[in-house]
């Protein structure tokens, strides 16, 4: 059974920064994607960033590029969303999700079949 743990949010000033990981385990750690999606409150979820071992694509969300960076580590089995200069608009429930699959659309939550229970981020200005 896949199974994926978010952790690493917590509350931050802006400009500040944070490092999310995504822990997972039931599948093969060199065949997946991993979605980042974040969900504030009265908002949709939205498709943060994501990285592919099949191929090493990455996809960032234009809000977040050259803020964001998603990277993996195959020895841990986890997922890293490094953010830097993080923005009140920023604080959201961010998870992390998987698919076995390279999404066409990653940014898309349809495209992730198992999703963590979320960190919550909190950005103060």
């Known amino acids: 059974e896949v199974q994926l743990q978010a952790s690493g949010g917590g509350l931050v000033q802006a400009g500040g920064s944070l490092r999310l990981s995504c822990a997972a385990s039931g599948f093969t750690f060199d065949d997946y994607a991993i979605g980042w999606f974040r969900q504030a409150p009265g908002k949709e979820r939205e498709g943060v960033s994501s990285?592919?071992?099949?191929?090493?694509?990455?996809y960032y969300a234009d809000s977040v590029k050259g803020r964001f960076t998603i990277s993996s580590d195959n020895a841990k089995n986890t997922v890293y969303l490094q953010m830097n200069s993080l923005k009140p608009e920023d604080t959201a429930v961010y998870y992390c999700?998987?698919?076995?699959?390279?999404?066409?659309?990653?940014?898309?939550?349809?495209?992730?079949?198992?999703w963590g229970q979320g960190t919550l981020v909190t950005v103060s200005s």
């Open positions: 990285i592919s071992s099949t191929d090493g694509s990455t």
């Open positions: 999700a998987y698919s076995d699959y390279t999404p066409l659309r990653p940014s898309r939550p349809y495209e992730y079949d198992y």
